[in-house]
Nanobody, 127 residues
Framework: QVQLVESGGGLVQPGGSLRLSCAAS????????VGWFRQAPGKEREAVSCISSKYGSTYWIDSVKGRFTISTDSEKKTVYLQMNDLKPEDTAVYFCATDLSINCWTLHLENSDFRSWGQGTQVTVSS
């Protein structure tokens, strides 16, 4: 069974950095699509990033381009979201999600039905 465990959230000042981790089990990272999503109170969920080895596709929301990066550790079966130069508007609960067939180039990625989801980790950017 696919399971995702997220960690790395916390409180950080504007301009600071955090690295979120998404540890996966039940599958290999090179055969799945991985998405990062976030949802702030009272707002719709939005897709932050997506990467798929299967389709060779990636996606980044415009507001984080140049500030966030994604990396993987195949041995640990973990995906990382490195978040730099954090801004108050980045405050949200962040979720990782995986699927075997979703293409990152799909229209309205935030509404895609990813098969597995992490529990979410809170990121708060405030002075």
């Amino acid at each position: 069974q696919v399971q995702l465990v997220e960690s790395g959230g916390g409180l950080v000042q504007p301009g600071g950095s955090l690295r979120l981790s998404c540890a996966a089990s039940g599958f290999t990272l090179d055969s799945i699509t991985v998405g990062w999503f976030r949802q702030a109170p009272g707002k719709e969920r939005e897709a932050v990033s997506c990467i798929s080895s299967k389709y060779g596709s990636t996606y980044w929301i415009d507001s984080v381009k140049g500030r966030f990066t994604i990396s993987t550790d195949s041995e640990k079966k973990t995906v990382y979201l490195q978040m730099n130069d954090l801004k108050p508007e980045d405050t949200a609960v962040y979720f990782c999600a995986t699927d075997l067939s979703i293409n990152c180039w799909t229209l309205h990625l935030e509404n895609s039905d990813f098969r597995s989801w992490g529990q979410g980790t809170q990121v708060t950017v405030s002075s």
